[in-house]
């Protein structure tokens, strides 16, 4: 299925968003404003949304328009994966999340692989910088960059959270149903690569 409607709404917003955040003149604000209501009705039209649900999700920040940074640990023991089963959709992901204000990527990685697998970890190296819209995840309205980066455990023991159901570790060729929505079968696949050869360089799009 052709996409480019999603691309042009995403663009059409962030044009208004950062015009809007700059603007002084009351007639380009009203144009800004027509601008962003557009890429609302696009999105409403294609996904038969509400659009206030979309306006509060999609078209509600301010300031300078700019990529979302999902953050994801990247842990082995034994050669395997950690994975977590996401409550949100009932399959299997590495343990992370939004960027949250206030801590550095790594803390992040930390944060999320603590609150989702019960696991105690340390950052090690990053791995990979990735635009999501490169590698085959399910088309949404935000632009959004992947971190992956490299954890060892040091502590704690697996305990699901508040948005996981279950906590594992899986081999290569064991790997469970994915969510496409925050990992790929070939980011994970990536990631093995980097346990069989430690000094491989960062992926950067």
Same mark, same amino acid.
């Given at each position: 299925?052709?996409?480019?409607w999603?691309e042009?709404?995403?663009?059409?917003?962030?044009?208004?968003q950062?015009?809007?955040?700059?603007?002084?003149?009351?007639?380009?604000?009203?144009?800004f404003?027509?601008l962003?209501?557009m890429?609302?009705?696009?999105l409403a039209?294609?996904?038969e949304?509400?659009?206030g649900?979309?306006?509060?999700?999609?078209?509600?920040?301010?300031?300078? #328009?700019t990529?979302? %940074?999902?953050?994801?640990? +990247?842990? $082995?023991?034994?050669g395997?994966l =950690?994975? &977590?089963?996401?409550?949100?959709?009932?399959?299997?992901?590495?343990p992370?999340?939004?960027?949250?204000i206030?801590?550095?990527?790594?803390?992040?990685?930390?944060?999320?692989?603590?609150?989702e697998?019960g696991f105690?970890?340390?950052p090690?190296?990053l791995l990979a910088?990735?635009?999501?819209?490169?590698?085959?995840?399910?088309p949404?309205?935000y632009?959004i960059y992947?971190?992956?980066?490299?954890?060892?455990i040091?502590?704690g023991? #697996?305990?699901?959270g %508040?948005?996981t159901?279950a +906590?594992? $570790?899986?081999?290569?060729?064991e =790997?469970? &149903?994915?969510?496409?929505?925050?990992?790929?079968?070939?980011?994970l696949?990536?990631?093995?690569?980097?346990?069989?050869?430690?000094?491989?360089?960062?992926?950067?799009?």
């Amino acid at each position: 299925m052709n996409h480019r409607w999603l691309e042009w709404a995403k663009q059409i917003q962030a044009i208004a968003q950062t015009g809007l955040a700059y603007t002084k003149d009351v007639y380009d604000r009203e144009r800004f404003e027509d601008l962003r209501q557009m890429s609302v009705d696009i999105l409403a039209h294609y996904t038969e949304t509400d659009p206030g649900k979309i306006k509060l999700t999609f078209a509600s920040d301010t300031g300078y #328009a700019t990529p979302k %940074v999902d953050i994801r640990g +990247v842990v $082995f023991r034994d050669g395997k994966l =950690l994975l &977590v089963r996401e409550k949100h959709d009932g399959v299997w992901a590495l343990p992370g999340g939004w960027a949250d204000i206030g801590l550095s990527p790594s803390e992040v990685a930390v944060k999320e692989i603590k609150e989702e697998s019960g696991f105690d970890a340390k950052p090690v190296r990053l791995l990979a910088v990735l635009d999501k819209k490169f590698h085959g995840h399910p088309p949404e309205p935000y632009h959004i960059y992947k971190l992956f980066i490299r954890c060892d455990i040091t502590g704690g023991s #697996a305990t699901t959270g %508040v948005e996981t159901s279950a +906590v594992d $570790f899986f081999g290569e060729d064991e =790997l469970p &149903v994915l969510s496409v929505e925050r990992n790929t079968e070939a980011q994970l696949r990536t990631m093995f690569e980097f346990l069989r050869d430690p000094d491989k360089p960062v992926i950067l799009d």
